[in-house]
Structures are given as C-alpha cells and as structure tokens.
C-alpha cells in the first residue's frame, strides 16, 4: 500500500534545485506523483506529492531536513492520503484577463465558493500590454462543478459578474 507526503520547498533561484530533490526521492525509492514548480521573483517555488512504501518514505521524510540545509531551501512535508473523488463533478477551465487590480483572485474566488464549487487548480501572472504598457492580470483555473448545478445559469451568472468588475474571462468543460 501506498503512502503519500507532501513536499513544499522555497528558496533563491537557480539552476540544479530540481535536479537535487528529484534525485534524493528516486534515491529513498519513492516516485512524484504531482508537482507544481515555478520561479516568483527571485524565488524558485516546488510543491510535490510522494508516493512510496511506509518506510520508504518515512526514510525521505527523516532525510528533507539535511537536504533542507544542503539546498539553502526552508522545506515543509506533510503525510497526505490520495484523494477520493466526491461525488459527481464536472471539471472546468477559467479564464480571466483584465487591467490589474486589486482583488481578482479574492473576488473570483468568493463568486465560485458561494456555490460551493471547488478551485482544483490556479495560477496567475502579470504583463504588460503591447503597445500601451497598461499593467495587466490573468488567471487560469480548473474548478469542478457539482453536477446538480444548472451550467447554463451557472455561465450567466459568471458573465454578469465579470461583466460587474470588468473581466474578461471564458469558463469552458476541461477537454480530456
């Protein structure tokens, strides 16, 4: 059977960070399952799930905090079980461009959870529009929507929100 460990890790930016922590998990024998890796700033940010026999990640787990030093990276790890799907959900893609703001990803955020629908997935940049150089924002997300959830209303209420604040946004089923 299986166990799950959650590994988050912050640090200064460069070359080799993935190569090291990949390295010690094949080494303790475990294998990544998900990950999420990106640079912000001047800060290289991973987040990874494990899996692995008992031991073999408790071995892993023992060793994050040499590699901890090792790396100059401040490392947390968390056990974690695989998730269980609830119940029936449709899985959909958000996306929202606009001037940049303050408040996109909290606003955004409350319009999906006062329904109770789920932000599986998001990330968000920031550029700078050719030609006028006016500060811009985008957001991609997956959500997964309750089946028992009228779409069409679902939609039209999106659009009138966005259209409230100012959004650009398309929210379309995840094509598998």
């Known amino acids: 059977m299986n166990n799950y460990l959650v590994i988050s890790a912050i640090g200064a930016d460069r070359p080799g960070i993935v190569n090291a922590l990949s390295s010690s998990i094949l080494e303790h024998n475990c294998n990544i399952v998900d990950s999420r890796m990106t640079v912000l700033g001047g800060e290289f940010a991973i987040i990874i799930m494990v899996s692995g026999n008992w031991d073999k990640v408790a071995k892993l ?7 901890e030093g090792k790396l100059g990276l401040t490392i947390i790890a ?29 606003n955004v955020a409350e319009f999906f959870s006062s329904r109770n629908i789920n932000i599986e997935d ?50 379309e089923p995840v094509k598998v």
């Open 78 to 106: 968390k056990r974690t079980e695989q998730r269980d799907t609830q119940g029936r959900m449709l899985p959909y893609m958000v996306e929202v461009i606009s001037m940049d703001h303050e408040g996109i990803v909290y």
């Open 61 to 67: 787990e023992t060793a994050l905090p040499t590699l």
């Open 122 to 171: 998001l990330s968000t940049g920031s550029y700078s529009a050719a030609h006028t150089g006016t500060p811009m924002f985008n957001m991609n997300m997956i959500i997964s929507v309750p089946a028992d959830i009228q779409l069409g209303e679902l939609r039209e209420q999106f659009t009138e929100f966005c259209d409230a604040l100012n959004l650009d946004a398309v929210m």
